[in-house]
């Protein structure tokens, strides 16, 4: 039976980015059996440590196999934290990961940061702790002002088989709003293309849109290899017309 105090699995914690790999590995059971109880330690971790690459990893691990219970000491956590935007990341995507829905209005809160990292890893976490009952948030960041939130939410959007009048719409107006400008708007119209394909058969613009769709994606400013047009004769009103473009 396991029957470390407090005291002690802190130090267990403590030890652990300094261990070699062989008692790392077996700091690893320990803290994993202790469940819920390494949480606090773990996040203190990640938040004061900027640490290997490979031990971070590993740290994430024990949280997230913990499952459920680590919910409540990971929200205490990003409550703490919530002004160290860049260590609070993974504390906002493990939240995620463990699908605590109680954390929801905590995690939403962050879609109002100013960085757009700390927004994109937000939406995500959204999704993973909420599923299609994230879609409200997604819908809502589709207006977000830097388009890496934006590709985000188009994509989550399309796996969660979203067929909202105002996802349609935004995804339309990509496909036929003109030149691509940027790398950036590039990939907002991929996202758009690869989100139609994975949603099926969905009612697009009449033909006449429709063609102008295939002509924007032509264009020269994707044509370098962005683009191929496989099967220029096809028209539909679905994503037929889309995938033909790949």
């Known amino acids: 039976q396991l029957v470390l105090d407090e005291d002690r699995i802190d130090e267990l914690v403590e030890q652990y980015p300094t261990s070699d790999l062989h008692a790392r590995e077996a700091l690893y059971e320990i803290l994993s059996a202790y469940g819920r109880r390494v949480v606090p330690g773990m996040a203190r971790l990640l938040v004061d440590r900027a640490g290997?690459?490979?031990?971070?990893?590993?740290?994430?691990?024990?949280?997230?196999?913990?499952?459920?219970?680590?919910g409540p000491a990971l929200v205490e956590a990003v409550t703490a934290?919530?002004?160290?935007w860049n260590r609070v990341?993974?504390?906002?995507?493990l939240v995620g990961a463990v699908r605590y829905r109680q954390a929801e209005p905590v995690i939403a809160d962050f879609l109002k940061h100013p960085k757009p990292s700390v927004r994109a890893d937000t939406i995500v976490s959204l999704y993973n702790m909420l599923g299609r009952d994230a879609q409200s948030y997604l819908l809502d960041s589709l207006t977000d002002p830097h388009p890496d939130v934006r590709?985000?939410?188009?994509?989550?959007l399309a796996v969660s088989g979203c067929k909202e009048a105002p996802f349609i719409v935004v995804l339309s107006e990509l496909l036929t709003g003109g030149a691509v400008?940027?790398?950036?708007?590039?990939?907002?119209?991929?996202?758009?293309?690869?989100?139609?394909?994975?949603?099926?058969?969905?009612?697009?613009?009449?033909?006449?849109?429709?063609?102008?769709?295939?002509s924007n994606l032509l264009r020269e400013s994707v044509s370098g290899?962005?683009?191929?047009?496989?099967?220029?004769?096809?028209?539909?009103?679905?994503?037929g017309l889309l995938s033909a473009i790949c």
């Open 52 to 70: 290997d690459v490979s031990i971070r990893k590993e740290i994430l691990a024990v949280v997230e196999g913990i499952g459920l219970t680590a």
């Open 81 to 84: 934290y919530r002004r160290r």
């Open 181 to 214: 400008d940027d790398g950036l708007q590039e990939g907002l119209v991929i996202g758009a293309v690869l989100a139609l394909q994975d949603l099926g058969n969905i009612d697009l613009p009449d033909e006449g849109e429709a063609e102008a769709i295939l």
């Open 89 to 93: 990341l993974p504390l906002i995507r």
């Open 151 to 156: 590709q985000k939410s188009i994509a989550l």
């Open 225 to 239: 290899g962005m683009f191929s047009l496989v099967n220029r004769n096809q028209k539909s009103r679905s994503t």
